[in-house]
């Protein structure tokens, strides 16, 4: 199977800070793109979809850029309860509706 | 809401015995996947099935075994666990967009 690369961080950032994550995928033909975050110890999360126009939840913007193979993930205005760790997902078409997952980039915030 | 759980959150086996590790969901979702997790390595899809009674193997099935009886549930079996099969084990249900849904997570300790 193909991959996804993140860089792992971590990423230490002031409360109040907007920090940005990017990733890369190998397949051109992926077709679904997520955001999943996951706190020390628990499972991981659905954070976001990604459509290729971009799409924003509340502080959170998602964006893909599909010529380029790579998916970014922006926190605007970051809280301490950001801190963890951001996993970017894609789904490859050639293997149905298994998702591929990022090793994941490490998140800090601090007061 | 997506239910998923899982039969333990704290596991520890003896080497060479046989485990089994459950998941329930109640989302009637079809599709359903087995992963184990370790520092470093991210993510890796053991097993996954798309429907009752069937099964594709992920990129790590040596040594685990796989059984869908039901829709609702998934199990994951150790034929005879071993102390490299010392992990967090996560459940989880695909939604209708590829979304994955995943149940608190099984750590299992093999001595």
């Known amino acids: 199977r193909k991959e996804v690369e993140q860089d792992p961080g971590p990423f230490n950032v002031p409360e109040g800070a907007t920090v940005a994550f990017n990733c890369t995928y190998s397949n051109s033909a992926s077709q679904s793109f997520f955001w999943y975050r996951q706190d020390c110890r628990k499972e991981p999360k659905l954070l976001m979809s990604v459509y290729s126009s971009g799409n924003e939840d509340g502080r959170f913007t998602a964006q893909l850029n599909r010529a380029s193979q790579y998916i970014s993930l922006l926190i605007r205005d970051s809280k301490l309860s950001d801190s963890a760790t951001y996993l970017c997902?894609?789904?490859?078409?050639?293997?149905?509706?298994?998702?591929?997952f990022g090793k994941g980039t490490s998140l800090l915030v601090t007061p | 809401d997506v239910k998923v759980t899982q039969s333990s959150r704290y596991l520890v086996k003896r080497t060479g015995e046989k485990v089994f590790l459950e998941c329930v969901q109640d989302?009637?979702?079809?599709?359903m996947f087995w992963y184990r997790q370790d520092p470093g390595l991210g993510l890796r899809l053991i097993y996954f099935?798309?429907?009752?009674?069937?099964?594709e193997k992920g990129d790590i099935p040596e040594g685990y075994s796989v059984s869908r009886e039901k829709k609702e549930r998934f199990s994951l079996i150790l034929e005879s666990a071993s102390t490299n099969q010392t992990s967090m084990y996560l459940c989880?249900?695909?939604?209708?967009?590829?979304?994955?849904?995943f149940g608190p997570g099984t750590r299992l300790t093999v001595t």
């Open positions: 989302m009637d979702h079809e599709n």
């Open positions: 997902v894609v789904n490859m078409r050639d293997s149905g509706y298994a998702l591929n």
């Open positions: 099935s798309y429907d009752v009674k069937m099964k």
């Open positions: 989880a249900t695909g939604g209708t967009y590829y979304e994955q849904y």
